[in-house]
Nanobody
Framework: QVQLVESGGGLVQAGGSLRLSCAAS????????MGWYRQGPTQQREFVAA???????KYADSVKGRFTISRDDAKNTVYLQMNKLRPEDTAVYYC??????????????WGQGIQVTVSS
C-alpha cells in the first residue's frame, strides 16, 4: 500500500521561505519519479515540480527560479524548497508518484496534503 505523508507547511509572509517534505512508503522509491502538486482555494490541482529517479527536474513556469525539488533516496523522501513565496502560492500541497514523466501525470495515490498560506 502506497503512503505519502507531507509535512513542513504553515503560514509565512510574502517573500519568505518554507521547505516541504514528503515521506513515501510502499514503493521502490529510488526507481520512481516524484512530483509536487498544489490546489488553491478556487483552483484545480496543478503541477508544481518533478524529479526523476536520476535527478532530472521539471518546474511549472510560475515557480521556476523560486522553488527547488530534491530527493533523498536513503530516506524515501522528496523535498520542495520554496523561496520568495507569493500570496498566489497559497494552496494545499501534495506529493505523488509520477506515472507519465512527459506530461507529469501522477498516479492516484494522493496523501492528505499540507497547507501553505502566504500572507501579503
Amino acid at each position: 500500500q502506497v503512503q505519502l505523508v507531507e509535512s513542513g507547511g504553515g503560514l509565512v509572509q510574502a517573500g519568505g521561505s518554507l521547505r516541504l517534505s514528503c515521506a513515501a512508503s510502499g514503493i521502490v522509491f529510488s526507481s520512481k519519479s516524484m512530483g509536487w502538486y498544489r490546489q488553491g482555494p478556487t483552483q484545480q490541482r496543478e503541477f508544481v515540480a518533478a524529479i526523476g529517479s536520476a535527478g532530472s527536474t521539471k518546474y511549472a513556469d510560475s515557480v521556476k527560479g523560486r522553488f527547488t525539488i530534491s530527493r533523498d533516496d536513503a530516506k524515501n523522501t522528496v523535498y520542495l524548497q520554496m523561496n520568495k513565496l507569493r500570496p498566489e502560492d497559497t494552496a494545499v500541497y501534495y506529493c505523488n508518484v509520477i506515472r507519465i514523466w512527459v506530461v507529469t501525470e501522477p498516479y492516484d495515490y494522493w496523501g492528505q496534503g499540507i497547507q501553505v498560506t502566504v500572507s501579503s
